[in-house]
Structure formats: C-alpha cells, structure tokens
C-alpha cells in the first residue's frame, strides 16, 4: 500500500478531518480507490487534485450537490458556468447585507438622536429639515392606540412588498387644514419614510424641505395639549403654518415599563416667517 496515502495522510495534505473524507465517501462526492478488509480507505496521488478543487470551490460557498454534479462532468465551460452562478448569487447576497447595513445604521441614527434630545422636552425650536419621501396610509377608523398599531403595520407592509425594513422615521401625519377644528384628525393617517430612494407608488406622499418648528415630547399622538403649546409658540413668534403636521415616534412604547404608555415623540410643523 505504500503507493497509496491513508485516509489520515490525504486529510492533512488538503487541511481537512478524517470525517469530512468519511463523509465525502459517504454521499459519494470523493472517494477512496482502495479499501482493505480491515475497511481502511486509501486514495491515489492522481485524486489529490480533484480533492483539491472540491476543497476550493467549498471554500467559497458552493454547495456539496452543485461540486458533486460538477466533479462529475467537469469540463472548461461547466466549470465557467458554475462559477459564474456563484459570483451572481455571492452579488445578490452582498447587495442584500449592504442593505442590511443600511438598516441597521438609519435605526442606530434614530435612537442617537433620542439619545441626544430627551433632555429638551417640551422646548420649541425651529429646525431645518431636507425633503423626505414616505408612505402615508390613512386612518380606517377613529384615532387610538389600535388604530395606530394596525395601520402602522398596513404601511410597513407596503414597505416590505417593495424589500424594505422599516428602520427608518414613523409617526402620524395630521392635515394642516384641520388645526383648530373640533375634527383634528379627519384625513389623519401613519407615515413610514422610505429608507431607500426607490420609487414606491402606493400612498407616496412628499414631506418638502424647509423650517420646522419642532418639540420633544412623551405622548401618544392622539393627546392634543403639546400641538396646542406648539401651535400657540409658532403664532407668538411670528410664523405661519405651511404644511401638515408631522409626530414622528422617535422611541415607542416597547423601551418603556408597562405603565408608562406613551411615545417619546418629535412634533414638527412646517413653517414660515411672516413678513
């Protein structure tokens, strides 16, 4: 048997265990040339170099099925085919932790800036914010925290048919031309903003760039004290109302003990200087 290596031999030459080479046996991917009475497996010089590709192409990912239907018909175009396969699927999967990422890092974002701001509770501020993209879905029924969950869920839906994850800004989305109604959320509804730039045609609506007068604040979006104070600040400074209402849910009610129901909100209001 000296022209032959032990099975101990062939798996330290390629840097594998004796049972991956039992195993390759058994599923009959890579096998010995010889075996003895004693059933000790030994394997030709000539097999070291299909085990060698076997062990590469494992290397980057491919399946034991797709190595074993190639070994068995290896030729330049089937092994062109097979790995070309491989690179688009490795592609596609790249693309899809790189969106992941992504995620993960506008989630980071969000809970950094309520990290930052939980101090300055109820203090109005104008901000500058960029056009942003969301999803709007109205209210089905009459504004509670049900209906904010089960509409809230209808737009994250929306998201996903479109392969996105809502990592990003939500909240509800209150109609300016209802202020100072006695019917303050007719037409009201959840916004998702978009967390990628693709174009998604169901509920699109548009957020437009500018100045905000803006407030922190612990609260549920149907309780209307903090947008009074708020309203009433932007009329004392001089401003005007240009747009709809945001209440963007910067931590909702899952970081909080049971009995504190409430969101840790960011009221923001369109505005203008009144000249």
Known sequence: MERYFSISEMASIHGVSRQTLIYYDKIELFQPVHIDENGYRFYAAEQIPFLREICFLKSIGIKLNDIKEHIGN???????SLLEYHHDLLQREI??????????????????EASRFKSDLDQPVIEQFPERKVVFVPFANE????????????????????EMLPSDAFG?????DQLGT????????????LPLDDTVTEQLRILPAGQYACMYKYGMPYETQCLKELVQWIEEQGYRITGDVIDAC????????????VDFCQLQIPVEKMV
Not at 74 to 80: D, V
Not at 172 to 176: D, F, G, Q, Y
């Open 143 to 162: 504004i509670c925290r049900k209906e904010l969950h089960v509409t809230l869920m209808k737009a994250w839906h929306i998201l996903s048919q479109h």
């Open 95 to 112: 693309d899809s932790l790189q969106k992941a990422k992504m995620f993960i890092q506008q989630r980071l974002g969000k809970y950094s």
């Open 250 to 261: 910067l931590l909702d009610t899952t970081f909080y003990e049971t009995e504190q129901n």
């Open 74 to 80: 290896r030729n330049l175009t089937s092994a062109i």
């Open 172 to 176: 509800t989305l209150i109609l300016k």
């Open 182 to 193: 006695n019917q303050v959320f007719k037409g009201a509804g959840i916004f998702t903003a």
